[in-house]
């Protein structure tokens, strides 16, 4: 399983900007400094979108081609997780072991390596969890790492962590109104969790797979708070 960022990210700020960009790079400056049509804005964004899923997609192709690397898909559970869970729903039985937290073994403050309790016919099990975010506002999070899960020689696992380097250069200035804020406070990120196929966290290792990823930064003539 992997947890599947937002491709697009539509950053609005109140300051204006003077032109648009091309996906490619080259910015296309409007007529006059004049702004630019919503459906022209649409264009743009889903011209992103393609750009940054192929550029994800080539990253974990290079990540899982690794000599020796078999992917395997973990199962997906619902774990709280000791300093990343907001409250535990199971007061009936004792919190995760955390086993590792950032900095150890690679993991960012957004991560955490757990075993969960043993009880009767349910072993315990060393759970990966996290709320990494790597781009968002007060609305909450817009860009996630992508995670994938690889086997290695000697019995080791491989979580291969795709980090986008975002790049916010691709500026225009929108037609019309736009809304901003979200009207209300966020609620608090709940892990996602996987159950690693391990014994022993010392066979887990965290690899950092870095990808190109850009952003259109939309300005509008009209700003519109959210009610």
């Known amino acids: 399983m992997r947890i599947r960022p937002s491709i697009v990210l539509l950053s609005i700020a109140l300051a204006g900007c003077g032109g648009a960009a091309s996906p490619g790079g080259s910015h296309v400056e409007p007529p006059g400094g004049s702004c630019v049509e919503p459906a022209k804005v649409q264009k743009l964004q889903d011209a992103l979108v393609a750009k940054n899923g192929e550029s994800l997609a080539s990253a974990v192709a290079r990540a899982l081609g690794t000599p020796g690397?078999?992917?395997?898909?973990?199962?997906?559970?619902?774990?709280?997780?000791?300093?990343?869970?907001?409250?535990?729903?199971?007061?009936?039985?004792?919190?995760?072991?955390?086993?590792?937290?950032?900095?150890?073994?690679?993991?960012?403050?957004?991560?955490?390596?757990?075993?969960?309790?043993?009880?009767?016919n349910a072993p315990s099990k060393i759970v990966f969890g996290t709320t990494a975010c790597s781009a968002g506002s007060s609305c909450g999070c817009s860009l996630r790492p992508e995670?994938?899960?690889?086997?290695?020689?000697?019995?080791?696992?491989?979580?291969?962590?795709?980090?986008?380097?975002?790049?916010?250069?691709?500026?225009?200035?929108?037609?019309?109104?736009?809304?901003?804020?979200c009207g209300m406070p966020s609620p608090p990120p709940i892990p996602t969790s996987y159950v690693l196929p391990v014994d022993?966290?010392?066979?887990?290792?965290?690899?950092?797979?870095?990808?190109?990823?850009?952003?259109?930064?939309?300005?509008?003539?009209?700003?519109?708070p959210a009610p």
């Not at 690889?150 to 037609?175: E, M, T, W, Y």
């Not at 022993?200 to 850009?214: A, L, N, Q, R, T």
């Open 69 to 120: 690397y078999e992917r395997i898909t973990p199962a997906v559970v619902h774990e709280f997780i000791p300093g990343l869970s907001p409250e535990n729903p199971r007061s009936d039985r004792p919190p995760p072991t955390v086993l590792a937290k950032s900095p150890e073994r690679g993991l960012l403050s957004e991560e955490a390596i757990v075993a969960t309790p043993a009880a009767e």
């Open 147 to 181: 995670y994938h899960f690889a086997s290695a020689p000697g019995g080791r696992v491989v979580i291969l962590r795709l980090n986008p380097q975002i790049h916010s250069d691709d500026k225009v200035l929108q037609c019309g109104p736009c809304g901003f804020g």
């Open 200 to 224: 022993d966290v010392s066979k887990v290792e965290i690899i950092d797979v870095p990808y190109e990823w850009h952003r259109l930064h939309v300005d509008c003539e009209k700003m519109i």
